[in-house]
């Protein structure tokens, strides 16, 4: 039972950094780029996805042993768009500012690469506790991802967080981080330093084998 | 009918899919290699672009009037077999054309480009023909930035660049300055 718990435990946490899925898988990309430009869309997205992630990972990991293989992508995305319109016509109850503001982009939930790939590289195949605790980690850390590049942007292009100013008037915005080149921009950085930091640690990796090859 | 040549040149330049609404960006990272490979993958994709323009309208016109709550399932799901029986069709009609294509037909139903597409023709309240326009235009305005990010890609394979930000980092910061670039069409439209 201890070996079980730590594996639950791992599948949770590989979602939010070591498989990261927008920092080191690069997927879903367009949801992440084309909503960041403030940190309340960016939870909204999030949340939607989170949503979405986690249902369908359930009903898909129910029902695994049901659902023909020739026809499972077509299953999985039926699945997938059904948890979509529920997520799209609560947010529009709910908070129909946010929803006015993301526009197209909920419904585009559906062709994130990141919810197919979950279902099926992970869903289809493990039992359903593993599967749910799976899309909560990686709709986590995807969480985590826009809400870190929508902040990063609001602040440089706005001056503000969750649209509350935080420089004072004299702050001279960054116009451009909040427009389409600043998502590139501000990603391409982050990748950059994610990039930076595995260097960094496969040179400390090699040098403590070499260390240790020549202590013995 | 006036506006259709608006309609072509904003999902052409000053909106232009891939880097003003950011859709589409798993192939535009992934498969802008090499020129060639983008060329094809930009021919198929505005092909299935107009193919889902028309779906979109005959769904919207006949169907979808008396349940707006079935669009998404009713269009991914129509989207992707029409793709696939074409792309049966066009094998048996055109082998040439089939292997222009290639596998780049079936991998395109699940790019967002070709629903975001068909959700924002919906939205704007297109017709047919501003349908089949706007898909053109978006079609073209994708392949061009591919193109574009290709032809960058293959000259940064012979210049000397740093370990660090080789790959998708360079990548997306090359996207960033592109983006930027095509920011400087929004002056077409003073009025809009």
Redesign the interface.
Known sequence: MKMNGNQSYDEFIKGIWRDNPVFVQ??G??P???VTNSAINAIAMGGATFFVLVGSSFLVSSFRNWIPKQVRI?CF??II??F??VA??TLLALVPKVHKEL??FI??I????MI?GRQEAFSSRYPVRLAVLDAMGMASGFLIALLSLGAIRELLGDGALFGVNLFGANFEPWV?MI???????T???I??FF??FK?KKDEFLAEVAEAERSGS | MDNLPWIFISALLVNNFVLTYFLGLCPFLGVSSSLETSARLGLATTFVMLVTAVCAWVLNTYVLVHAPYLRLICFIVVIASTVQFIEMLIKKLSPALFRAMGIFLPLITTNCAILGLAIFATNRGYGFLEGIVYALGAGIGFTLALVLLAGLREESELSDIPKLIKGTAMNLIIAGILSMAFMGFAGLFSST
């Open positions: 690069v997927l990309m367009c992440m780029l084309a077509s995305i039926i768009a059904t979509v319109t799209d016509y526009g197209a419904p585009l559906v062709a994130n690469c197919l451009i427009l389409p080149p600043g998502g590139f921009l990603l391409g950085v990748l950059l990039n930076w260097l």
